[in-house]
T-cell receptor, first 113, second 117 residues
């Protein structure tokens, strides 16, 4: 296990379609984060899991977004009824408990047309 | 309110020049952590350094050095003798040890560094 893995790397979808992204964190990392990054901006926090529990959600996470982390392993982020404004890079990160450094995946770039 | 400001949007230097990337942060927490990440064109954020609010010692790692000053709420990053491979977007980030203690990061807008040969 060499790092955080995200799939797919790129996704193009039509407006109104649903999309799902997957993140495989570093093994035994308790914490998992999703961030969104738009062009020219820094990543913005979306949600946080400690093991399987989703403990915090940003106000950026509208009701069209849902994230899960079954069994505290991989995580999925689903966007329903996609809008053009959802176009962004979706980054996943994982870390151990405590404020240690978070390791990021390469992201999933979503384009909604 | 927590905030990270990277006032320099883009910096362009010629190889072998030294360059300093500025970072100013705002937080009400007394315990917090500061980070620098590098984002090359491939997109993956690469961790560079983490400092906690109680450790103001400057740090040097090879050509990289960091200057943390609580008095001015700044955490600046200097690359000495820059190389073309240093070209990337650099992000400063803050993590507060608030009651939720989630470890979530608050990022600045990033500074794009271009090192020309």
């Amino acid at each position: 296990d060499t790092g955080v893995s995200q799939d797919p790397r790129h996704k193009i979808t039509k407006r109104g379609q649903n999309v799902t992204f997957r993140c495989d964190p570093i093994s035994e990392h308790n914490r998992l984060y999703w961030y969104r990054q738009t062009l020219g901006q820094g990543p913005e926090f979306l949600t946080y899991f400690q093991n399987e529990a989703q403990l915090e959600k940003s106000r950026l996470l509208s009701d069209r977004f849902s994230a899960e982390r079954p069994k505290g392993s991989f995580s999925t982020l689903e966007i329903q009824r996609t809008e053009q404004g959802d176009s962004a890079m979706y980054l996943c990160a994982s870390s151990t408990l405590g404020n240690t450094e978070a390791f990021f995946g390469q992201g999933t770039r979503l384009t909604v047309v | 309110a927590q905030k990270v400001t990277q006032a320099q949007t883009e910096i362009s230097v010629v190889e072998k020049e030294d360059v300093t990337l500025d970072c100013v942060y705002e937080t009400r927490d007394t315990t917090y952590y500061l980070f620098w990440y590098k984002q090359p064109p491939s997109g993956e954020l690469v961790f560079l350094i983490r400092r906690n609010s109680f450790d103001e010692q400057n740090e040097i790692s090879g050509r990289y050095s960091w200057n943390f000053q609580k008095s001015t709420s700044s955490f600046n990053f200097t690359i000495t003798a820059s190389q073309v491979v240093d070209s990337a977007v650099y992000f400063c980030a803050l993590s507060e040890r608030s009651s939720s203690n989630t470890g979530k990061l608050i990022f600045g807008q990033g500074t794009t560094l271009q090192v020309k040969p």
